[in-house]
């Protein structure tokens, strides 16, 4: 027979829930009152009820169960928030980064736009300049003053 088709023995003083979310029958060994466990059907995170007739001493580990799983989910979520903030404080130095490339191009560009312009002033003033020589040439009259 196939090992997981074996019965399952409980005990009786195992405790008998059912899963919150897809009601599959689900027993644990009384010390684990107060445990956070996963269904192993659906997957569900649930607490193990405590019973109200556990051994005193059961139920003050089952109450530090519950506080230790508890803590551990605290200490993963400042885990994660600690990975996040992490995260963000490197995005936030590649767009500082990309900013200062982005300002220093833009200032060179308006330096190479302000020299453009310059050259283009004195193409004018020559245009200018030559405007009235050509015309003068072409209808041979001198300029007068
Ligand atoms: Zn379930």
């Not at 453009?116 to 300029?143: C, F, K, M, T, Y």
Request: charged share 30%.
């Amino acid at each position: 027979m196939d090992q997981s088709l074996a019965p399952i023995e409980f005990a009786d003083s195992d405790i008998f829930f059912e899963c919150p979310s897809c009601a599959k029958g689900l027993a644990i060994d009384r010390r684990g009152a107060g445990l956070m466990i996963t269904c192993p059907d659906c997957g569900t995170r649930m607490q193990v009820p405590v019973p109200d007739d556990l051994d005193p001493k059961l139920k003050k580990t089952a109450v530090s169960n519950g506080h230790d799983e508890h803590i551990r989910a605290l200490q993963h979520a400042v885990a994660a928030t600690k990975t996040q903030a992490e995260t963000l404080a490197g995005d936030l130095t590649t767009l500082r980064r990309r900013r200062q490339k982005l300002e220093k191009s833009h200032s060179e560009n308006l330096d190479r736009f302000e020299q453009i312009h310059q050259q283009l002033v004195l193409i004018q003033n020559a245009i200018d300049r030559i405007i009235p020589l050509i015309q003068d040439a072409v209808s041979g009259e001198p300029e007068g003053d």
